[in-house]
């Protein structure tokens, strides 16, 4: 604990010193994607909302251009577009804290009552190579290593929407460095015309077929790809909430870090864009083991992306997504049949686990520039909830809706103010389940008086120097693990980032 503030101290004197705009001939705007140990990224593109004008549609290509040599320096170093190759990181701390909060009772698997702080630590060291670049059929080989140490709060049980998406869910997996990723992708050009593309840690190409076919096989995670979003997704620099960042109702396929082995086919075009991936799925809830039989089990997703807006010249896109869920899981309301006919002394999911279940669900997600400075987002989430929440939180329904304020009317144009507000539901046979004492891998307070956890966020993102930033967080939670019983309480985080 204390060297992660001696950390924090010696970044302190640059919160002092202005916004100043640097020249930066020789190196574009970057574009990047952060990644969470859960999984969840984002895909930052820099050169659209980061200008030092603080505005620029996604549409005014020439108008970023002409902008790129007084915009400020967003990484430590640079990262010229030009090159075949790229090595970059990042450093994420995170400080979170709680007082007491009203709780008559507790179980195995709840949110403490009790005031306590932690501190998480995650860095990732991203590499990676494009064979034929910029050509009408590249190669990217990316291999990513990463490291996630400290804890979360309550050893991040006890709400479904948990208040720090860089914790891993198993308090047991220690600080080693692991491969996060190891990725290949292929690019296939359906037209002659080539276009310009943000580059990002995810695909280095900065120009590509404007119609054009992508294939993507490895070790990954699915929001690398699917259910981004521009305002709401990266726990880096915006939200830090993982159904704030990531739509709660979809159990996506993931180990306890957040990764997954499988294969993406994609379809690119101007208007729009659809996916369709497979992946393996854990052999258990929160399991870190992933099965590899994928004709046994696997999780299929599919999404579509349609590239409109609702106001003339801003950027806007809506998202469709399905999943469907092969994999051992147990079923709700057998379990609760089981205990009340005296077969176990509390409900047991494991207990009714059948491989070659089914589980599937639906999101839908938005996003809209306003103004020049002003974006919104939503999401919508739902699964039927009968059979065992798995990989990702205990969410059945979710609605969010939130934006945020970039500060260029102030002279910080990178500063970022955000808002965002995000219920979430489970069924009936869940909350039966909970309510007899049962345990699932994140709730479980021994009894429930049901109620939606209600979750507001807000934070305030400072870019102090170059790639460091820093950020006050406040979020406060309703019902916690979706009982009425116990809450409400106020979670405060401080956060120190650095792009290398």
Do not use: C
């Not at 990316?142 to 050893?155: K, N, P, T, W, Y």
């Not at 699964?383 to 990702?392: G, I, R, W």
């Not at 939130?402 to 955000?418: E, L, M, S, T």
């Not at 307070?445 to 790639?467: C, K, P, V």
């Amino acid at each position: 604990m204390r060297s992660v503030w001696i950390v924090i101290a010696s970044l302190l004197p640059a919160l002092a010193r202005a916004q100043t705009p640097t020249p930066l001939p020789d190196a574009p705007q970057p574009a990047l994607r952060w990644t969470a140990p859960d999984g969840s990224h984002f895909r930052l593109s820099l050169a659209r909302w980061n200008s030092d004008e603080g505005q620029a549609p996604a549409d005014n290509r020439a108008d970023q251009e002409s902008s790129t040599d007084t915009a400020p320096v967003l990484t430590m170093f640079p990262h010229p577009d030009e090159k075949p190759w790229l090595f970059t990181g990042q450093a994420n701390i995170i400080f979170q804290a709680h007082g007491g909060f009203h709780s008559p009772y507790s179980g195995p698997n709840s949110f403490s009552g009790g005031g306590e702080y932690k501190t998480s630590l995650l860095g990732t060291l991203y590499s990676g190579y494009a064979w034929h670049f910029n050509s009408h059929d590249e190669t990217d080989f990316l291999v990513d290593m990463e490291s996630a140490g400290g804890r979360g709060l309550s050893q991040a049980l006890g709400l479904a929407g948990f208040t720090n998406l860089d914790v891993v869910r198993n308090p047991t997996l220690g600080s080693t460095p692991y491969l996060a990723r190891g990725e290949i992708l292929q690019i296939i050009g359906l037209s002659r015309k080539m276009v310009a593309q943000d580059r990002d840690l995810f695909d280095l190409a900065t120009t590509v077929p404007a119609r054009r076919l992508e294939i993507r096989v490895g070790k990954m995670s699915l929001p690398d790809q699917f259910d981004t979003n521009e305002a709401g997704s990266d726990s880096h620099l915006q939200f830090m909430n993982w159904t704030v960042d990531d739509n709660g109702a979809w159990d996506y396929a993931a180990d306890t870090r957040g990764y997954t082995v499988g294969g993406i086919i994609e379809y690119d075009s101007p208007q729009w864009d659809f996916r369709y991936g497979i992946f393996a799925m854990p052999t258990v809830a929160n399991g870190n083991t992933l099965d590899w039989a994928f004709s046994r089990a696997n999780g299929q997703n599919w999404e579509f992306d349609w590239n409109h807006s609702l106001l003339r010249g801003k950027h806007g896109v809506s998202r469709v997504l399905a999943y469907v869920n092969h994999a051992d899981m147990g079923d709700y309301r057998q379990s609760v049949q089981e205990y009340q006919n005296g077969l176990t002394s509390t409900p047991e999911i494991t207990d009714t686990e059948r491989q070659g279940t089914v589980k599937y669900g639906f999101g839908w997600n938005d996003e809209q520039d306003i103004t020049n400075h002003l974006r919104v987002f939503s999401r919508f989430g739902w699964n039927p909830d009968k059979h065992e929440s798995f990989a990702f939180t205990e969410v059945a329904q979710t609605v969010e809706a939130g934006g945020d304020y970039n500060g260029a009317q102030w002279g910080r144009p990178v500063d970022k103010i955000g808002f965002a507000f995000v219920s979430n539901a489970i069924k009936k046979d869940h909350q039966r389940y909970l309510a007899l004492g049962g345990l699932g891998f994140l709730l479980g307070d021994g009894h429930l008086r049901y109620g939606r956890e209600n979750i507001e966020e807000s934070y305030y993102n400072l870019h102090a120097w170059r790639g460091m930033y820093f950020a006050l967080d406040m979020q406060h939670i309703d019902d916690p693990g979706y009982n009425r019983d116990r809450g409400p309480v106020w979670v405060e985080g401080v956060r120190a980032h650095v792009d290398f």
